[in-house]
């Protein structure tokens, strides 16, 4: 056993997936006569990232751990061992299946991503893919506080190279700066781009203070003066105009959105990740389509925002919703209070018992149970359900960058030091507010600009690492009563990977 480690495990899946017959001509500018083998294994390796992304593990282990989102154990449901709790109660250990599996996805999107490289790729699929690998890597870092990757992917005996934080951070910065002159610019959304990069360098700069000391986050004027600059080279993007904040996460976001700047592809018929369990984890058995009943956010969190702010959500018309909705429910957004059906407009009752109408309400409890089963917590549907798509398969891209994430980065980065004035990071989050209906700040501090953060990027994969940066992770919430320990700055590594990779040490307190 000393020699097997995370990557031949993956092995025979990952040969599955390179040898897969794509039908599909990868969108990314691929000319005639480049060389398949290389693009099929460039979409693979794409494709690594909707498992952890599209509200799959990764995005539990950033959303589901904060004071932004709960999944809690209604009766029989949800409770899945006790998995969802204890990420959400910081109690989790090297054995809870949500590391598991966002390490093992991680490490496949490491693996594909350099075997793309051995495989006689054009300059711009070897830059894509180390552009894909740097981003594994930078979440391998934000998660576990290392990152690990394999340079030999034919002799198996050797063991992967572990990186401490700093050193991960360095590698990141030089790959994506080496490979930036070979991304391509003006290209789709799902394409990786010079862009793109420019944004993974924003997240290195902003976080390297806090991942290098994360008890006590220290952000160096340099580092916040790259953030400033990265921010300034990234052109061509405009906030969504008033109304039009959801089309950033619409079936059709492809075409109009003004913000995305990397996204993950989703077509039906075609490949894509499971965005469609944005609505399926949070609508009720009885809504139409029905979902699972599940997950919710907390009424502090909702209460962050003020009346007529869009992006509490609205009666969002989009392209293949055709339904009257005659009682003006929302479509989108924060679903709070009593729901009705959309092409009737009678109100939704629970399941169980029938005679209860389907009012969500603010309070939720880790565990519910009697009268709150089916109805406590305020439901949250990011992405407009795609009513068009007959298959599983939804179209709406996954957001991963978006224009608003940029500029509140260097907001911040102005906050913390860089070049720029307070009245300029001001007037660039009320620039955004503006648009979204939200009234003007009067000033800014880093305390209300957290919570703008989390009012503009909800449910987007960016709440854990924000209260770390901004040293609130450790803190107590309605449903969390107690503080946390350092430990839980880093998570554990899962006991599998330990157990196969003699070169692994856990971290600390696990």
Same mark, same amino acid.
């Given at each position: 056993?000393?020699?097997?480690?995370?990557?031949?495990?993956?092995?025979?899946?990952?040969?599955?997936?390179?040898?897969?017959?794509? &039908?599909? *001509?990868?969108?990314?500018?691929?000319?005639?006569?480049?060389?398949?083998?290389?693009?099929?294994?460039?979409?693979?390796?794409?494709?690594?990232?909707?498992? @952890?992304?599209?509200?799959?593990?990764?995005?539990?282990?950033?959303?589901?751990?904060? %004071?932004?989102?709960?999944? @809690?154990?209604?009766?029989?449901?949800?409770?899945?061992?006790?998995?969802?709790?204890?990420?959400?109660?910081?109690?989790?250990?090297?054995? +809870?299946?949500?590391?598991?599996?966002?390490?093992?996805?991680?490490?496949?999107?490491?693996?594909?991503?350099?075997?793309?490289?051995?495989?006689?790729?054009?300059?711009?699929?070897?830059?894509?893919?180390?552009?894909?690998?740097?981003?594994?890597?930078?979440?391998?870092?934000?998660?576990?506080?290392?990152?690990?990757?394999?340079?030999?992917?034919?002799?198996?005996?050797?063991?992967?190279?572990?990186?401490?934080? *700093?050193?991960?951070?360095?590698?990141?910065? *030089?790959?994506?700066?080496?490979?930036?002159?070979?991304? @391509?610019?003006?290209?789709?959304?799902?394409?990786?781009?010079?862009?793109?990069?420019?944004?993974?360098?924003?997240?290195?700069?902003? +976080?390297?203070?806090?991942?290098?000391?994360?008890?006590? /986050?220290?952000?160096? @004027?340099?580092?916040?003066?790259?953030?400033?600059?990265?921010?300034?080279?990234?052109?061509?993007?405009?906030?969504?105009?008033?109304?039009?904040?959801?089309? &950033?996460?619409?079936?059709?976001?492809?075409?109009?959105?003004?913000?995305?700047?990397?996204?993950?592809?989703?077509?039906?018929?075609?490949?894509?990740?499971?965005?469609?369990?944005?609505? &399926?984890?949070?609508?009720?058995?009885?809504?139409?389509?029905?979902?699972?009943?599940?997950?919710?956010?907390?009424?502090?969190?909702?209460?962050?925002?003020?009346?007529?702010?869009?992006?509490?959500?609205?009666?969002?018309?989009?392209?293949?919703?055709?339904?009257?909705?005659?009682?003006?429910?929302?479509?989108?957004?924060?679903?709070?209070?009593?729901?009705?059906?959309?092409?009737?407009?009678?109100?939704?009752?629970?399941?169980? /018992?029938?005679?209860?109408?389907?009012?969500?309400?603010?309070?939720?409890?880790?565990?519910?149970?009697?009268?709150?089963?089916?109805?406590?917590?305020?439901?949250?549907?990011?992405?407009?359900?795609?009513?068009?798509?007959?298959?599983?398969?939804?179209?709406?891209?996954?957001?991963?960058?978006?224009?608003?994430?940029?500029?509140?980065?260097?907001?911040?980065?102005?906050?913390?030091?860089?070049?720029?004035?307070?009245?300029?990071?001001?007037?660039?989050?009320?620039?955004?507010?503006?648009?979204?209906?939200?009234?003007?700040?009067?000033?800014?501090?880093?305390?209300?600009?957290? %919570?703008?953060?989390?009012?503009?990027?909800?449910?987007?994969?960016?709440?854990?690492?924000?209260?770390?940066?901004?040293?609130?992770?450790?803190?107590?919430?309605?449903? *969390?009563?107690?503080?946390?320990?350092?430990?839980?700055?880093?998570?554990?590594? /899962?006991?599998?990977?330990?157990?196969?990779?003699?070169?692994?040490?856990?971290?600390?307190?696990?």
């Amino acid at each position: 056993m000393k020699y097997i480690n995370l990557y031949s495990y993956l092995l025979i899946f990952l040969l599955f997936f390179s040898c897969t017959k794509l &039908n599909e *001509k990868f969108r990314s500018n691929l000319e005639e006569g480049d060389d398949i083998a290389a693009a099929e294994l460039l979409v693979t390796a794409y494709n690594m990232l909707n498992s @952890p992304y599209q509200q799959g593990s990764r995005w539990c282990l950033q959303e589901l751990s904060s %004071d932004e989102a709960i999944a @809690p154990t209604r009766g029989g449901d949800w409770d899945d061992n006790g998995r969802h709790r204890a990420i959400h109660l910081h109690t989790w250990n090297a054995d +809870n299946d949500y590391l598991s599996g966002c390490f093992n996805s991680f490490g496949a999107a490491v693996f594909q991503s350099s075997n793309v490289l051995r495989n006689n790729p054009t300059k711009q699929q070897a830059a894509e893919a180390r552009f894909i690998r740097a981003l594994a890597l930078f979440d391998m870092v934000d998660l576990w506080g290392k990152a690990i990757y394999r340079e030999d992917l034919i002799n198996f005996k050797l063991d992967p190279i572990i990186l401490e934080a *700093k050193e991960g951070l360095d590698f990141i910065i *030089k790959e994506v700066n080496e490979i930036m002159p070979d991304l @391509p610019s003006g290209v789709p959304a799902f394409v990786a781009s010079q862009n793109a990069a420019r944004v993974l360098l924003m997240k290195v700069y902003l +976080n390297r203070g806090a991942f290098l000391n994360r008890e006590s /986050p220290s952000f160096l @004027p340099d580092d916040m003066n790259k953030v400033i600059e990265l921010a300034n080279q990234i052109t061509g993007y405009t906030i969504s105009l008033p109304g039009k904040y959801f089309d &950033n996460f619409a079936p059709d976001n492809d075409e109009k959105s003004t913000e995305n700047i990397f996204t993950l592809y989703n077509k039906e018929g075609v490949r894509g990740g499971s965005v469609g369990n944005t609505y &399926n984890t949070i609508a009720h058995y009885n809504m139409n389509p029905g979902g699972w009943n599940g997950w919710a956010t907390l009424s502090a969190f909702y209460n962050k925002f003020s009346a007529g702010d869009e992006r509490l959500g609205f009666d969002y018309r989009y392209t293949g919703f055709d339904k009257p909705n005659p009682a003006k429910n929302k479509t989108v957004g924060f679903l709070v209070g009593q729901q009705y059906n959309l092409t009737t407009g009678a109100p939704l009752m629970a399941r169980n /018992p029938s005679t209860q109408t389907l009012s969500f309400t603010p309070e939720i409890t880790l565990r519910t149970s009697g009268s709150t089963l089916e109805t406590a917590g305020i439901r949250v549907l990011k992405y407009a359900y795609d009513y068009a798509s007959k298959a599983g398969q939804k179209n709406n891209d996954w957001v991963i960058y978006r224009y608003a994430d940029v500029l509140l980065m260097k907001a911040e980065a102005i906050l913390r030091g860089g070049a720029g004035t307070a009245a300029e990071a001001l007037a660039i989050v009320n620039g955004i507010r503006n648009n979204r209906g939200a009234a003007a700040l009067l000033s800014l501090t880093l305390d209300n600009l957290l %919570d703008e953060r989390g009012r503009e990027l909800y449910w987007e994969g960016w709440r854990r690492q924000d209260l770390i940066r901004y040293n609130k992770f450790l803190g107590s919430w309605e449903t *969390k009563p107690e503080s946390g320990k350092p430990k839980e700055l880093v998570y554990a590594f /899962p006991s599998q990977q330990i157990a196969v990779n003699p070169a692994l040490k856990q971290n600390p307190g696990y």
